[in-house]
């Protein structure tokens, strides 16, 4: 490209000088063939490049041609000189390295004895191999390479390049213990690098916090087979999602793990991750199912996936259940015993029963029997508990007819105390209530308003308080006695109601008529003549 871009600017001879470094080869001097073939490269190889060299030492030229130059002629320092980053520093190197190896090849072989121009001995003298390029770096009076020099990705690309697997482990395990936590894209590069398993195990521990669930099994799958159950079975603990189980169970087989001896563990884990010891009854404090408890339950669940895992399911079931019915925790253990199909039993037996000359182990049968005997235990409990309720609500009913009655008395003295109460207003003595008995005083217009309007307020209201309190009661009859005081004569009560008020009241009392047609009497209470 950089040969086209000085031909188009008219520069053919300056593209000539990037052309020099082709080696010279005549194949008409090997040839028997009369036909002459064109010759290759540059005779004067030799001189062009002792001139690169020069032209990388001027002064007076641009320092990025000079790099040109010297990149072309190995001259490592004018090209330093327009290097920057750690990666431009260690290509500057190597190219170096690669065309003194060139060279040094070409003399040893004698393709080089047309040279008469001899390169300058510090070219000659130099002894490159890989590890003298990154000592050279390491070296560096760029602050910026020295920097550089510390990133992982550097770090782990000069191990590559060295070939040295060994030390790119022990930089592996070095900052694995280093408190600052690794990117996760360095510790997924680290996992496929080797089978290191404190690596996998960090790895696989970011993948479970960043729940990729369908990354894990693959890599724990990579670990030693104990250390991959382990790892596995801490996994599933993390999984509270019912949909998601099958789906992990799926994932782990395909990636080789033992998932008999995965879900086995996980449903221990769990179940031996509770404390509390085996406690006696008249000890437990605590009976309600707690959210450790529904852990438990919800375990069991990893066992019923695949039908072979019954037996399995039934001993952990057990191990559950034994546990919860020696805290009284009965609402655990028969959610836990619902948990196991009915049909487990029968599958257990089937299993065995295809196996010619072969008993069932005796873990089996004994598990099998003790899931009958906890069985038989919660059914007894739960009639215990059914008779119970029923005794408990009989005894509940009789307190409250006995609370009935005691309210019905305490409520008759109530009814008769307000009764006797507001009747002392509605018929007060000697005029009635709020109404003066003397006469020979002086006037005063403003108290006689306000009595008289109090009357109006107060006695109509007084008169619905009573009638509901009757009516609650379910004294219809002294209800409807009240319409024939507010009537009477002799009181003159209607007189402070207003015709809605009446309106109203008398509706009310036809609700109390009714009630009483429905009891058999007549509407005011009378019974009726036959």
Same mark, same amino acid.
């Given at each position: 490209m950089a040969q086209r871009?000085?031909?188009?600017?008219?520069?053919? @001879? %300056?593209? #000539?000088?990037? *052309?020099?470094? $082709?080696?010279?080869?005549?194949?008409?001097?090997?040839?028997?063939?009369?036909?002459?073939?064109?010759?290759?490269?540059?005779?004067?190889?030799?001189?062009?490049?002792?001139?690169? @060299? %020069?032209? #990388?030492?001027? *002064?007076?030229? $641009?320092?990025y041609e000079k790099a040109i130059y010297a990149s072309l002629s190995g001259n490592l320092k004018p090209l330093l000189a327009v290097c920057e980053s750690w990666e431009d520093y260690v290509w500057a190197h190597f190219r170096v390295m690669v065309d003194s190896l060139v060279e040094k090849d070409l003399m040893s072989s004698g393709m080089a004895h047309q040279e008469v121009e001899a390169l300058p001995r510090e070219y000659l003298e130099a002894n490159w191999t890989m590890e003298k390029v990154f000592e050279e770096l390491q070296a560096s009076e760029s602050k910026r390479v020295l920097e550089e020099i510390k990133e992982h990705y550097h770090i782990i690309q000069k191990f590559i390049v060295l070939g040295d697997l060994d030390g790119l482990l022990d930089e592996f395990s070095g900052w694995l213990t280093a408190a600052k936590p690794l990117p996760s894209h360095l510790l997924r590069f680290m996992t496929h690098e080797e089978v290191c398993v404190n690596v996998l195990t960090s790895y696989v521990s970011l993948l479970i916090r960043d729940k990729q669930i369908d990354l894990v099994a693959s890599y724990i799958s990579q670990l030693p087979s104990d250390m991959a159950t382990v790892q596995y079975a801490s996994f599933l603990e993390t999984i509270t999602q019912p949909e998601l189980r099958p789906r992990c169970l799926e994932l782990g087989t395909d990636a080789g793990l033992d998932v008999t001896a995965i879900t086995k563990l996980v449903v221990e884990n769990v179940r031996e991750g509770d404390e509390t010891e085996f406690t006696h009854h008249s000890q437990t404090l605590e009976t309600g199912t707690t959210k450790e408890d529904q852990k438990k339950i919800d375990v069991i669940d990893w066992l019923l996936f695949d039908p072979a895992h019954r037996a399995e399911a039934l001993k952990q079931s057990n191990a559950i259940m034994r546990k919860f019915l020696a805290l009284q925790k009965h609402d655990g253990a028969k959610a836990v015993f619902s948990k196991v199909p009915e049909d487990s039993m029968k599958k257990i037996y089937s299993q065995w029963a295809g196996v010619s000359d072969t008993t069932m182990p005796a873990e089996d049968e004994n598990a099998i029997r003790e899931h009958l005997c906890i069985?038989?235990?919660?059914?007894?409990?739960?009639?215990?508990?059914?008779?119970?309720?029923?005794?408990?609500?009989?005894?509940?009913?009789?307190?409250?007819?006995?609370?009935?009655?005691?309210?019905?008395?305490?409520?008759?003295?109530?009814?008769?105390?307000?009764?006797?109460?507001?009747?002392?207003?509605?018929?007060?003595?000697?005029?009635g209530w709020m109404v003066d008995n003397r006469q020979d005083m002086e006037q005063d217009s403003e108290r006689s308003h306000q009595m008289t309007a109090l009357r109006s307020l107060c006695l109509p209201r007084l008169s619905f308080l009573l009638l509901s309190v009757l009516q609650n009661s379910s004294r219809h009859q002294e209800a409807l006695r009240l319409a024939d005081i507010i009537s009477s004569d002799q009181h003159r009560l209607y007189q402070v109601f207003s015709k809605e008020e009446l309106r109203r009241f008398l509706q009310k009392l036809r609700e109390s008529s009714l009630s009483l047609l429905d009891q058999g009497f007549d509407p005011l209470g009378y019974e009726l003549q036959s």
């Amino acid at each position: 490209m950089a040969q086209r871009l000085c031909k188009r600017c008219g520069q053919a @001879w %300056r593209a #000539a000088t990037l *052309e020099g470094w $082709n080696l010279y080869h005549d194949p008409n001097l090997t040839s028997d063939n009369l036909e002459l073939k064109p010759v290759e490269g540059n005779p004067q190889r030799g001189i062009w490049k002792a001139c690169c @060299w %020069r032209m #990388a030492e001027e *002064e007076q030229i $641009n320092r990025y041609e000079k790099a040109i130059y010297a990149s072309l002629s190995g001259n490592l320092k004018p090209l330093l000189a327009v290097c920057e980053s750690w990666e431009d520093y260690v290509w500057a190197h190597f190219r170096v390295m690669v065309d003194s190896l060139v060279e040094k090849d070409l003399m040893s072989s004698g393709m080089a004895h047309q040279e008469v121009e001899a390169l300058p001995r510090e070219y000659l003298e130099a002894n490159w191999t890989m590890e003298k390029v990154f000592e050279e770096l390491q070296a560096s009076e760029s602050k910026r390479v020295l920097e550089e020099i510390k990133e992982h990705y550097h770090i782990i690309q000069k191990f590559i390049v060295l070939g040295d697997l060994d030390g790119l482990l022990d930089e592996f395990s070095g900052w694995l213990t280093a408190a600052k936590p690794l990117p996760s894209h360095l510790l997924r590069f680290m996992t496929h690098e080797e089978v290191c398993v404190n690596v996998l195990t960090s790895y696989v521990s970011l993948l479970i916090r960043d729940k990729q669930i369908d990354l894990v099994a693959s890599y724990i799958s990579q670990l030693p087979s104990d250390m991959a159950t382990v790892q596995y079975a801490s996994f599933l603990e993390t999984i509270t999602q019912p949909e998601l189980r099958p789906r992990c169970l799926e994932l782990g087989t395909d990636a080789g793990l033992d998932v008999t001896a995965i879900t086995k563990l996980v449903v221990e884990n769990v179940r031996e991750g509770d404390e509390t010891e085996f406690t006696h009854h008249s000890q437990t404090l605590e009976t309600g199912t707690t959210k450790e408890d529904q852990k438990k339950i919800d375990v069991i669940d990893w066992l019923l996936f695949d039908p072979a895992h019954r037996a399995e399911a039934l001993k952990q079931s057990n191990a559950i259940m034994r546990k919860f019915l020696a805290l009284q925790k009965h609402d655990g253990a028969k959610a836990v015993f619902s948990k196991v199909p009915e049909d487990s039993m029968k599958k257990i037996y089937s299993q065995w029963a295809g196996v010619s000359d072969t008993t069932m182990p005796a873990e089996d049968e004994n598990a099998i029997r003790e899931h009958l005997c906890i069985r038989a235990y919660l059914e007894a409990h739960e009639a215990f508990t059914d008779w119970f309720k029923k005794v408990a609500n009989e005894m509940r009913e009789k307190e409250y007819q006995a609370a009935l009655t005691a309210w019905s008395c305490r409520l008759d003295v109530l009814t008769e105390d307000v009764k006797e109460r507001i009747y002392n207003v509605l018929l007060f003595v000697d005029g009635g209530w709020m109404v003066d008995n003397r006469q020979d005083m002086e006037q005063d217009s403003e108290r006689s308003h306000q009595m008289t309007a109090l009357r109006s307020l107060c006695l109509p209201r007084l008169s619905f308080l009573l009638l509901s309190v009757l009516q609650n009661s379910s004294r219809h009859q002294e209800a409807l006695r009240l319409a024939d005081i507010i009537s009477s004569d002799q009181h003159r009560l209607y007189q402070v109601f207003s015709k809605e008020e009446l309106r109203r009241f008398l509706q009310k009392l036809r609700e109390s008529s009714l009630s009483l047609l429905d009891q058999g009497f007549d509407p005011l209470g009378y019974e009726l003549q036959s």
